[in-house]
């Protein structure tokens, strides 16, 4: 479904007021399956090329979705090949607007979720045990020398998962993210298990505290703002009695999860921005929520669909201002901040899609279709 959307939004909000010069690249699973995934290491490429990218929510295939596009293999996440290739941090922050109230009723602020990018169950290597065995974890060194430890002595069937990941790649998740509290002037959270994992989830905490001493503790005290970890467990119980108002660290699966339950506590999947920064500065902003499958069968139908299309409006609008910020074109930057504030007040005027109809506190919504609601904000434009 967001792949129509994306359209409607290119041909209704964008291409009549901008002078688009992207490069394209068809992420679309026939275009994937047809280039055996070649376009996906493109995609990502060129987004190192350039520095700026959009993206339109992707199918990652299960069993189904290899049946019905008929593919040669199960591939694999896009987001998961292009993350692993530009490494970095996803922020996520929900959309606040007028009449959509957080069903946590003491969240007053936003919290923003910054969500590691590399590696763990992301970049993972599998085996389906088939029966009594002996499973080792073994690390090889240059010099041909053995690590292993004993993960589990098989008497039947079972599956077994290796999963990694990097000093350099936490170092820099940490850096982006005690960067990032300091440039919105926010606390930052993080949390991991180190209790249960304590070399892997106790090396990320190792990690955020070395850095925090040498490097931030004098400019975090300075401006007033606080750095603080806990256990994951801790951080949703706090979370939820929480004002609101930080950042919230998690790593790669952690901020998978706990982004969606954010997004939807705050209002909708669709109400939250969602923007991969990459160490080496590049950008790519999405929509954090997936391709709404089940409304695009409605659409296939030729039923009426209520998609909410912010998070993909603003993904293109967050695109757009970072590309007139590194360009220096004020128009540019002009036309992103417009079309979100059009946007927003669309909805505050009462015209929203189904998922906000169904929990505004505004007066008599008017609930749109897809499409209906993207040239409402259209309309709106014209007025901001
Ligand atoms: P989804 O697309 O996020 O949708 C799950 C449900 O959330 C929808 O059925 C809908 O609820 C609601 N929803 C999500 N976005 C919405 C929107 N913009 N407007 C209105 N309602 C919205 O997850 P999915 O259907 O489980 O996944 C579909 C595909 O997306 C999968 O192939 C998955 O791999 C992929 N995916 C991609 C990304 C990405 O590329 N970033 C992320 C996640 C998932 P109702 O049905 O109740 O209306
Ligand atoms: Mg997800």
Redesign the pocket.
């Given at each position: 479904?967001?792949r129509i959307?994306w359209q409607m939004i290119k041909d209704d909000l964008i291409c009549p007021f901008v002078d688009l010069k992207t490069e394209y690249y068809d992420l679309g699973l026939k275009n994937r399956e047809k280039t055996q995934d070649q376009v996906t290491v493109d995609s990502a490429e060129a987004t190192k090329k350039y520095g700026v990218a959009v993206?339109?929510?992707?199918?990652?295939?299960?069993a189904a979705?290899v049946k019905e596009y008929d593919l040669s293999q199960m591939w694999k996440?896009?987001?998961g090949t292009i993350r692993a290739m530009l490494d970095g941090t996803v922020f996520r922050a929900p959309i606040i607007v007028k009449g959509i109230e957080p069903v946590v009723r003491n969240w007053k602020k936003p919290i923003t979720i910054a969500r590691h990018a590399y590696g763990d169950v992301y970049k993972n290597a599998e085996i389906r045990v088939p029966g009594p065995g002996r499973a080792e974890l073994v690390y090889t060194a240059e010099d041909g020398s053995e690590t292993r430890a004993l993960i589990h002595h098989f008497e039947g069937p079972g599956v077994i998962q290796g999963i990694h990941n990097l000093d350099s790649s936490i170092s820099s998740f940490a850096r982006s993210c005690f960067e990032y509290a300091l440039a919105t002037h926010q606390d930052l959270w993080f949390a991991t298990k180190d209790t249960i994992s304590k070399k892997y989830d106790h090396r990320f905490k190792d990690i955020f505290a070395q850095m925090y001493q040498d490097e931030y503790k004098a400019k975090f005290e300075e401006a007033g703002i606080t750095y603080f970890y806990t256990l994951i467990d801790d951080a949703v119980a706090r979370v939820m009695k929480s004002e609101g108002g930080f950042i919230w660290a998690c790593k790669n699966y952690d901020g998978d999860v706990m982004s969606?339950m954010l997004s939807?506590a705050f209002g909708?999947?669709?109400m939250m921005t969602?923007v991969l920064v990459s160490p080496h500065g590049y950008y790519e902003y999405?929509?954090?929520?997936?391709?709404?499958?089940?409304?695009y069968y409605k659409y296939l139908k030729g039923e009426e669909t209520?998609?909410?299309?912010?998070?993909?409006i603003f993904a293109w609008t967050g695109a757009l201002r970072k590309r007139g910020q590194l360009d220096d074109l004020p128009d540019l930057v002009n036309f992103a901040d417009k079309l979100e504030v059009a946007t927003i007040h669309t909805i505050e005027s009462g015209r929203m899609?189904?998922?906000l109809a169904r929990i505004t506190t505004l007066p008599n919504p008017v609930k749109l279709n897809t499409e209906d609601f993207i040239l409402a904000i259209a309309d709106q434009l014209k007025n901001e």
């Open positions: 479904m967001t959307m993206k339109c929510a992707t199918i990652t295939p299960n979705r996440s896009p987001n969606d939807s909708s999947l669709a969602s999405e929509a954090a929520h997936g391709t709404v499958q089940r409304h209520s998609t909410n299309s912010v998070a993909t899609t189904g998922d």
